[in-house]
């Protein structure tokens, strides 16, 4: 049974840091793309970033550039997502994605989400 669960959201104030956490279980993590996306209030889903199964390639959308950084501990079956300069804008639930491929084709798989919110 695939898990991913999350760890590491809050309440922070402009400007500061936060570093997600997302430990996976149940698929064959470090041969799996992984991926953070947020989603607003009354706003879609998007992608945040994301890393490919060796760490090698990340990709990051345009706002988080600089200031986001993804990573990956394939001994230890989780990513992370670490936010500095954090803004209003970023507040949203934040969730981990792994796409696990299988003989049949890839699935994707969603944690539960955690709660970023950044206000002063």
């Known amino acids: 049974q695939v898990q991913l669960v999350e760890s590491g959201g809050g309440l922070v104030q402009p400007g500061g840091s936060l570093r997600l956490s997302c430990a996976a279980s149940g698929f064959t993590f470090s041969k799996s793309h992984m991926s953070w996306y947020r989603q607003a209030p009354g706003k879609e889903r998007d992608l945040v970033a994301t890393?490919?199964?060796?760490?090698?390639?990340?990709i990051f959308e345009d706002s988080v550039k600089g200031r986001f950084t993804i990573s990956r501990d394939n001994a230890k079956n989780t990513q992370y997502l670490q936010m500095n300069s954090l803004r209003p804008e970023d507040t949203a639930v934040y969730s981990c994605?792994?796409?696990?491929?299988?003989?049949?084709?890839?699935?994707?798989?969603w944690g539960q989400g955690t709660q970023v919110t950044v206000s002063s």
């Open positions: 890393i490919s199964s060796t760490g090698v390639s990340t």
């Open positions: 994605n792994a796409l696990v491929s299988y003989e049949s084709g890839p699935i994707n798989y």
